[in-house]
């Protein structure tokens, strides 16, 4: 085999674009780049030739030319040292399907890395040449975001960091408004004493969902009824749902944080006799299409993790780009006090059969037939 005939076999170079189009290398990089001054002839010329023959620009050129590589990280730090596999969450597995879609749109490619000790993810992430890095949930003094913003490297936050976390921008729910919605949906429905199963992390989704309910409830007049337990571990889940359910002040609706609350509350019900939703009504913050096929089907909230995972890259390549540099639409006046740029993003309730609780009918019964007797 001829040394130009196994050229054409593998990936085609820019030298190669350059000979089929009777060009310099150097005008087949300006016109793939959109730089230089070229007639627009020429410029649509090398990428119809360029196209033709397939190529696409190298890595480690892109790497030399721009000083960037094309990467960027995405991890969970919440759980500091516990070990925690994050794609097996619907929510962070939809959140990082979106995320990925985004990237590659955009030409980049994103490196996941689940969340190991603290310290150990700081390490790895300084040996991956990374642009820029999503980190989710990050913990109050999150020392990864510290240090990776030390380094130079853009970071967007999954969620709202709290005090002075150096993120670049950050994504989130309204979560004040969404736990007020379900437990007033809740109300409405005749629970009387709501209760809670939450986490023991410090990211601003425990945080914020936790301090509404306790505001709801203090606004309301009802004493807090609330069990916490490491989110990370689903095994605890089960233990913490017990837990609840055997108060002597036992909640007749609850809402749970994470999965899998739904299901470890209905099979916890089951065991101390209660029904769903006629003695229990339950709302659970879930992704996942399990819920719906549960007996009873169970209400869940939807904090649409794809929505969050396309705007997480989006804002961190623009960062990274030098691109919207200015507040966004709903960052308030953050260009004047230097604030990072912020999105609220929408959630949904999605409403099924396990809070809705079914409204007792009165039975009238037929008068009796006398009986022979009389």
Known sequence: MSRSSGRRLGRAGIRDVA???GVSITTVSDALNGKGRLPDATRRHVREVADRLGYRPSAA?????????????????????????????????DMVRAATSTALARGYALVILPAPARQRTVDVWSNVALDGTVVIDPADHDPVVTELVQQGIPVVSDGRPAGSLPVTAWVDNDHEAAVTHLLDHLAESGARRIGLLTGTSTDSYTRLSTTAYLRWC????????????PAHDPRQSAVAADRLLARP?????????????????????????????EDLLLVCCSESTVYAATEPPITTLSLKPGRIGTTVVQLLIDA????GSGPSAEAGDSAATGDPRQQIMPT???????????????????????????
């Open 320 to 323: 990274i780009e030098g691109e």
């Open 348 to 374: 949904d309730l999605i409403v099924r059969t396990s809070s809705q609780r079914r409204t007792r009918r009165t039975t009238v019964s037929a008068p009796r037939a006398p009986s022979g007797d009389d």
């Open 19 to 21: 000979a089929a189009a």
């Open 249 to 277: 002040d036992r909640p007749d609706a609850v809402y749970g944080l994470f999965d899998p609350n739904g299901t470890d509350l209905l099979a916890a019900a089951r065991r101390y006799g209660l029904r769903v939703p």
């Open 61 to 93: 050129a892109r790497t030399l030319r721009t000083g960037k590589s094309g990467l960027i990280g995405l991890t969970v730090t919440t759980y500091g040292e516990e070990p925690f596999s994050f794609t097996e969450f619907a929510y962070f597995a």
């Open 218 to 229: 203090e606004r309301v007049g009802q004493d807090p009824v609330y069990e916490a337990y």
